[in-house]
């Protein structure tokens, strides 16, 4: 078979792009340097048989009935709705901050008609919001924010909010009600037979050929095809030219607890000011797999290692422009994903991505008409979940 398309990375960003093009007859090449499909959205079996997330806890939620639409045509879903405490002051409370979580903390009987009241006393108004800790000073005040946000921020990130961009805690809103929900999305569901299911399924087509532990830069010079799809890091592809663009990595710490059912009462605890690990998640609360013992896992952040977030700053937009130049110029390749386009996205915000990268590629390679054309640049506009 000759390669019309090689994708390189078998995450969300690759799978949903391969598929695309093997459906309008192009044939496809799908190479991963890991072990697996799935990129870090891979689910597996851990020893004790416990359906975990080796890369961390990832659950499904979107506004988009077209994403949600599209992967239906290669899962069921489950229906979950996600929920998160955060350990504060010797409690456990829920987050994202609402009513509940203020009463609790400072003793009140705060409803919906007085909650707003509340944070208009507390909030500390600013003329520009820049910055994470502006977005969250302005929204809920000083001790809030030292309550939940400055500490696991500087965990999670090595970065005090203020030299984080708005968008990194703009993620988690406080709310003026009761829900308790993390997401607040239409759709919030889990594949039914797990993500790595859903991604055998994607990429299951005669056009497609799937080859895992290969790396593209090892092995570049065999890999011929009319066009690339690259969605591995950006600054890897360019051999770090312009130095290295700044990616947060983890350390994931599993753990499985035989003859315990269940070990917290929600599928996540955030753990903002105690502890090198920011968040331990239960897997059985995600997936509602039932076992004799139970798997969880507590994530470290760290500086080295797989580059798992873009860190979303002015300096590593700058940063990131000079090589998205670079990618614009480079022929016969289409850099999607988030590693590749430095986007905080979200699996959803991936898939919505690819889809647009799959048109790319179509109109680019004669495959379709030219009218959908978009240019790397547009295809930084997804299709947003919360938390975009
Ligand atoms: P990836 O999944 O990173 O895939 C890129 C692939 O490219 C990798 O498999 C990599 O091995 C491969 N690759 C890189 N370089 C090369 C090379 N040189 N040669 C060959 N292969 C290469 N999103 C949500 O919507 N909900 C969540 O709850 C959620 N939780 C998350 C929790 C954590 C801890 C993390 C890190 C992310 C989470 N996300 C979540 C985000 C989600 O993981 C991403 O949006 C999505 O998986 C990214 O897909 P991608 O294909 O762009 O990148
Ligand atoms: N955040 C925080 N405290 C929390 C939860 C989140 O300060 O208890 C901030 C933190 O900066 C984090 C960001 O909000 O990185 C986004 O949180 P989210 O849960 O969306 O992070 P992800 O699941 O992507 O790691």
Redesign the pocket.
Known sequence: MTTDVLV????????VVARQLADEGLQVLV????DHV????HDRMDAHGVLVHP???????TNSARIFDYLSQFTEWRPYEHRVLASVDGQLVPLPINIDTVNRLYGMSLDENTIQAFYDHVREPRETIATSEDVVLVAVGRDLYAKFFQGYTRKQWGLDPSELSASVAARVPARTNHDDRYFTDRYQSMPRDGYTAMFKRLLDHPGIIVEVG????QQRDRLAARHVVY???VD?YFDHCYGPLPYRS?RFEHQHLAGTTQYQAVGTVNYPNDHAYTRITEFRHLTGQTHSGTSIVR?YPQGDGEP??PVPRPENERLFKRYEALAQDEAGTTF?????QYRY??????VGAALKAAEYVLAKLDYRSAASEATTGALLQSES?QGA
């Open positions: 390189v990375g078998a995450g969300f960003s690759g799978a190479i991963d340097k890991r799935g990129g870090n959205a890369y961390g806890p990832h659950i499904f939620h290969v790396d593209y830069f969605t591995g890091p890897a983890l994530e798992y977030y999607v994903g988030r590693l590749a996205y979200n699996m959803d915000q991936c979940s």
